[in-house]
């Protein structure tokens, strides 16, 4: 019995190890082959909140140059991670003379392949600043510069407005943000003076007067037909900035009472090459500054602490998430880092 019993446990063992040489074999195998090992794989995708974000930039095309690419490279980053919707310029798009006609190479040497993240594959909403007047304006409001890169959109004034419900489908639904593009450039009275007046590009307006006049009441109805849950309006010049060229007194005069007659949440401009927030106790307005897509370190002036709530004046951009309850803004400077944050709630 015993012998039987040693033979058996041998043959057993025998066939164990039979089995473990032909395991591992397999193992190994399988491995060299590559077909049956289930990778794991994490979802790492964050899914926003907010039904619409985005970001916006403002006095940038310098080829890359004065940080130029490091703020679009994070301005990838931040877009990823928020999954925005679209993009918005606050205007001096190219530098420093704008744009020389539809074929000029700077629009892809300063935009085209620059902001090159997947993120930023969004449509730009742009406005013209003062620089870009100064090159061939119309150039930058061609639809030829479409083909060249459908994420380009740029007009004198505008208006563009989204839903806030998931999806964002009108008719179901009842909130909705209402974004408003004004031309400040031809307000700005100084550049209207003998010297000055002939190194702009005026062409396709009509006389200052007529055009300032025609602008306001476009923008006054616009408002007043408005019923979206937010307002925002965007132009390149500061309206009130504590940066280098500062407030702006013929948009003061002109525009900021129709901003507060109809309730508009926030005014956000370039021009001031820095980052800012300003918001006083007598307006509703906040003042936004996202001037730092290149050029910057201009320095911030004196201010009052209850008037203004932040100042950065390096390099960055701002990015923004909404739903029918809050109306949020993040700082970011070219490294990336959340510099400021606002809240604003209904
Ligand atoms: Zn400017």
Redesign the pocket.
Request: hydrophobic share 40%; charged share 20%.
């Given at each position: 019995m015993d012998l039987l019993k040693s033979k058996a446990t041998r043959r057993h063992n025998t066939i164990n190890h039979q089995c473990f040489v032909k395991c591992v074999a397999a193992v190994l195998a399988g491995i060299c082959i590559g077909y049956w090992i289930l990778t794991r794989f994490e979802i790492t995708l964050w899914k926003p909140v907010y039904p619409l974000n985005i970001l916006l930039v403002g006095?940038w095309g310098r080829d890359g140059s004065h940080n130029q690419s490091l703020v679009a490279t994070q301005m990838g980053k931040v877009g990823e991670k928020l999954a925005i919707d679209f993009v918005i310029s606050t205007?001096?798009n190219f530098y420093d003379t704008g744009l020389s006609g539809i074929g000029d190479p700077q629009f892809a040497t300063s935009f085209t392949n620059i902001y090159t993240a997947p993120s930023l594959q969004k449509r730009w909403y742009a406005v013209l600043?003062?620089?870009d007047y100064m090159g061939n304006v119309l150039a930058q409001l061609d639809a030829a510069l479409v083909l060249r890169d459908h994420r380009w959109f740029c007009r004198r004034q505008y208006q563009l407005k989204r839903y806030l419900c998931q999806p964002p489908l009108s008719g179901l639904c009842n909130y909705a943000v209402d974004f408003f593009f004004i031309d400040t450039t031809p307000f700005i009275n100084e550049y209207s003076l003998p010297g000055i007046h002939e190194m702009f590009d005026w062409r396709g307006l009509a006389p200052r007067d007529i055009q300032l006049q025609h602008q306001m009441k476009a923008l006054d109805q616009a408002l007043e037909q408005s019923t979206a849950t937010w307002k925002i309006v965007v132009g390149?010049h500061t309206i009130r900035s504590f940066g280098h060229h500062g407030d702006s007194k013929d948009l003061i005069s002109k525009v900021l009472p129709i901003l507060e007659a109809h309730g508009v949440n926030a005014y956000i401009n370039?021009?001031d090459h820095c980052l800012q927030h300003i918001k006083s106790n007598d307006s509703k307005v906040h003042f936004l500054t996202s001037g730092g897509g290149s050029k910057a370190w201009q320095g911030i002036q004196k201010a009052k602490k209850s008037e203004l709530h932040f100042a950065y004046d390096g390099q960055g951009f701002l990015a923004m998430s909404l739903n029918e309850r809050s109306l949020n803004f993040d700082f970011y400077d070219a490294f990336g880092n959340n510099l400021h944050s606002i809240h604003i709630g209904k």
């Amino acid at each position: 019995m015993d012998l039987l019993k040693s033979k058996a446990t041998r043959r057993h063992n025998t066939i164990n190890h039979q089995c473990f040489v032909k395991c591992v074999a397999a193992v190994l195998a399988g491995i060299c082959i590559g077909y049956w090992i289930l990778t794991r794989f994490e979802i790492t995708l964050w899914k926003p909140v907010y039904p619409l974000n985005i970001l916006l930039v403002g006095d940038w095309g310098r080829d890359g140059s004065h940080n130029q690419s490091l703020v679009a490279t994070q301005m990838g980053k931040v877009g990823e991670k928020l999954a925005i919707d679209f993009v918005i310029s606050t205007g001096d798009n190219f530098y420093d003379t704008g744009l020389s006609g539809i074929g000029d190479p700077q629009f892809a040497t300063s935009f085209t392949n620059i902001y090159t993240a997947p993120s930023l594959q969004k449509r730009w909403y742009a406005v013209l600043g003062n620089h870009d007047y100064m090159g061939n304006v119309l150039a930058q409001l061609d639809a030829a510069l479409v083909l060249r890169d459908h994420r380009w959109f740029c007009r004198r004034q505008y208006q563009l407005k989204r839903y806030l419900c998931q999806p964002p489908l009108s008719g179901l639904c009842n909130y909705a943000v209402d974004f408003f593009f004004i031309d400040t450039t031809p307000f700005i009275n100084e550049y209207s003076l003998p010297g000055i007046h002939e190194m702009f590009d005026w062409r396709g307006l009509a006389p200052r007067d007529i055009q300032l006049q025609h602008q306001m009441k476009a923008l006054d109805q616009a408002l007043e037909q408005s019923t979206a849950t937010w307002k925002i309006v965007v132009g390149h010049h500061t309206i009130r900035s504590f940066g280098h060229h500062g407030d702006s007194k013929d948009l003061i005069s002109k525009v900021l009472p129709i901003l507060e007659a109809h309730g508009v949440n926030a005014y956000i401009n370039g021009h001031d090459h820095c980052l800012q927030h300003i918001k006083s106790n007598d307006s509703k307005v906040h003042f936004l500054t996202s001037g730092g897509g290149s050029k910057a370190w201009q320095g911030i002036q004196k201010a009052k602490k209850s008037e203004l709530h932040f100042a950065y004046d390096g390099q960055g951009f701002l990015a923004m998430s909404l739903n029918e309850r809050s109306l949020n803004f993040d700082f970011y400077d070219a490294f990336g880092n959340n510099l400021h944050s606002i809240h604003i709630g209904k």
